[in-house]
């Protein structure tokens, strides 16, 4: 893929699955959901006390994979840094209305914004990308 063409794959609504090394183990490899422009870092939240929010801080470099579901395949592998923030109830609450629709996604900010389990904002720099359109096998 170009470069075009992979940071709009990845802006689409898809999930990612992100991989964070952990001391003594494989690395913790686990679904998230998140928000990329392109040009831009991909961010998402998660729960500070979480066993993934627990391994992740400043600087520690992680590993996301998103692809397509149904063939011809396409994927995106992105490696980089993360820097860890305040989580933006707005940006919550479009998130969940992303993935989930308007009714299930109110329903899920809601829940969130109710928690009072701390979250954290995670937001990745994408320093390597490694991609795959079979979309294009076989085009001239």
Known sequence: MSRAEREAFLAATRV???SIA???RGPLTVPVWY???????????TGANSRKGKLLRDGVRIGLCVQSETPPYQYVSLE?????????????RAT???????????????????????TILVELTPERWFSVDYT???AS
């Open 16 to 18: 990612a699955v992100a």
């Open 22 to 24: 952990e001391p003594g």
């Open 35 to 45: 928000v990329y422009a392109p040009g831009g870092t991909l961010r998402f939240v």
């Open 80 to 92: 980089g840094p993360v820097t860890i923030g305040t989580p933006d109830p707005v940006e919550n």
């Open 96 to 118: 969940a209305i992303r993935y989930l629709g308007p009714q299930m996604g109110e329903q899920y900010a809601a829940m969130l914004a109710a928690d009072p389990e701390p």
């Open 136 to 138: 294009k096998l076989g």
